[in-house]
């Protein structure tokens, strides 16, 4: 079956810890992406990778860092520098960047930290 | 910045065609008109796209209008499932992000 898997579905942290996010693929994309998503809101974009060893900031990048040292692969660590961590995670893929690719999702990790 | 505009809430009866308007007025010669779904607590599910001609798949149609600042995503028989909440997004070709506004939350009633 090809996907988007991310691990763990719930994740809960005290304040003050890193926590990594996983996210892996098997569609064999070459792009790859974070977005977050509070309460009633809408994605905002942290971090994208458009091909291995090269990852760019998005909208909110702050307190936040990624890894792209595998195709398949894009984690997301969630630093103790990052204000307001608890929030709905999602991680997406296209084929490439650009173009009129869509992105494919996966289901989400739900971040509680207190 | 979202650049779309749509009602925040729709209801339909299941079997019934769900017709979901979006207003991108302001949408230029080189954005695609992109709708997703969202099913609570999932992560967005890519429904169709297009740029200036009328699409269908199997799960729903688009249609743009003919100066394509407007356009309607067409579930022709609504089933309990389809309830979520639709994003309209538009998008450049070679962008890298999707910009979700607050979309529409479609109910499908039995």
């Known amino acids: 079956d090809g996907g988007i898997t991310q691990s763990p579905k719930y994740l809960f942290r005290k304040e003050g810890q890193n926590v990594t996010l996983s996210c892996e693929q098997n569609?064999?994309?070459?792009?790859m992406y974070w977005y977050r998503q509070d309460p009633g809101q809408g994605l905002r974009l942290i971090y994208y990778?458009?091909?291995?060893?090269?990852?760019q900031k998005g909208d909110i990048a702050e307190g936040y860092s990624v890894s792209r040292e595998k195709k398949e692969s894009f984690p997301l660590t969630v630093t103790s520098a990052q204000k307001n961590p608890t929030a709905f995670y999602l991680c997406?893929?296209?084929?490439?960047?650009?173009?009129?690719?869509?992105?494919?999702f996966g289901p989400g990790t739900r971040l509680t930290v207190t | 910045d979202a650049k779309t505009t749509q009602p925040p809430s729709m209801d339909c009866a299941e079997g019934r065609a769900a017709n979901l308007p979006c207003n991108h007025s302001?949408?230029?010669?080189?954005?695609?008109v992109y709708w997703y779904r969202q099913i609570h607590s999932q992560g967005p599910q890519y429904i169709i796209h297009?740029?200036?001609n009328n699409e269908t798949n199997e799960m729903a149609s688009l249609i743009i209008t003919e100066d394509r600042k407007s356009s309607t995503l067409i579930l022709p028989h609504a089933t309990l499932r389809d309830t979520a909440v639709y994003y309209c997004?538009?998008?450049?070709?070679?962008?890298?992000?999707?910009?979700f506004g607050q979309g529409t939350r479609l109910t499908i009633n039995p």
């Open positions: 990778s458009q091909i291995v060893n090269d990852f």
């Open positions: 997406a893929s296209s084929p490439r960047l650009a173009g009129s690719y869509e992105q494919y």
């Open positions: 997004i538009v998008r450049v070709g070679g962008a890298q992000k999707l910009v």
């Open positions: 297009g740029l200036k």
């Open positions: 569609l064999n994309h070459d792009a």
């Open positions: 302001t949408i230029s010669g080189n954005e695609y």
